[in-house]
């Protein structure tokens, strides 16, 4: 059963980096492009980050360009996003996503094309 487990969440202050992992189990890693997504109370869900098969190519939201790092490492079979200079706008619950693509380039940022998610971690900034 495939399996993916987010971590590194917490309650932090404005400014503030946190890092996010997310391992994935029981599948073949390097075949999937893989995202986080995040969901802030009372708002759909939207894609924050994302990365290819192979590590190349990154994909970011607007609003996390240049504070946010996505990365990962397929020995491992673990992603990390690297988040500085958080802000409020960054409170949510964020999800790992894998969408299997075997043949294709680049990834997608929609949600409903990623087959497996995590069960997410909570972001929390303090006033």
């Known amino acids: 059963q495939v399996q993916l487990a987010e971590s590194g969440g917490g309650l932090v202050q404005a400014g503030d980096s946190l890092r996010l992992s997310c391992v994935a189990s029981?599948?073949?890693?390097?075949?999937?492009?893989m995202a986080w997504f995040r969901q802030a109370p009372g708002t759909e869900r939207e894609f924050v980050a994302g990365?290819?098969?192979?590590?190349?190519?990154?994909y970011y939201a607007d609003s996390v360009k240049g504070r946010f790092a996505i990365s990962r490492d397929n020995a491992k079979n673990t992603i990390y996003l690297q988040m500085n200079s958080l802000n409020a706008e960054d409170t949510a619950v964020y999800y790992c996503?894998?969408?299997?693509?075997?043949?294709?380039?680049?990834?997608?940022?929609?949600?409903?094309?990623?087959?497996?998610w995590g069960q997410g971690t909570r972001v929390s900034l303090s006033s």
């Open positions: 996503a894998a969408d299997f693509r075997p043949m294709q380039r680049g990834l997608a940022t929609e949600e409903y094309k990623y087959r497996y």
């Open positions: 029981e599948l073949t890693f390097s075949l999937y492009a």
């Open positions: 990365i290819t098969r192979s590590g190349e190519e990154t």
